[in-house]
């Protein structure tokens, strides 16, 4: 499986959710993929932003290695999941989407924790460090979610 973290800019909420995500498949030995992308490309080629990186360290996770970049269309076929942070994300990659198929690989991330309730991951770009932390044990809480949920089928 190969699945896709996308918010806006690539640099706080995806990397810390591709981080988490490849943490739990590096621990249980999955044979899975993942990677991030944003939906603006105002970051591209920047790491992570500090703030993300501090927190995954504080976690075990590194992720400073990470560099930001635009979700492309190509995207669709090189992904089986598509994992979107809030719903404007899910908005703009939905817009991009061709055909069914395309949409169906498009889903809020925290719908596997709070199923249907379409929760939003919310930005930390403009708050403190506790913000990040807080997203950090969202993300955590949905990929172990997502984790459980695919690895039976």
Sequence with gaps: MKVLMV??????????????LQNLIDRQELPWKVDSAGTSGYHAGSP???RSIEIA????ISIESQRSRKFH?????????????DSENYSNIIQMAE???ERAKVELIMNYAYP???????DPYYDRIDGFDKVFNMLQVAAEKFVDKH???
């Design 7 to 20: 918010c806006l800019g690539n640099i706080c909420r995806s990397p810390l959710a591709e981080g988490i």
């Design 48 to 50: 992570p932003d500090i």
């Design 57 to 60: 360290q504080k976690y075990g």
């Design 73 to 85: 269309y190509a995207d669709f076929e090189q992904f089986d999941i598509i994992l979107a942070m």
């Design 99 to 101: 055909n069914e198929e």
């Design 116 to 122: 249907a309730e379409n929760r939003q991951v919310p």
């Design 151 to 153: 690895k039976k089928q």
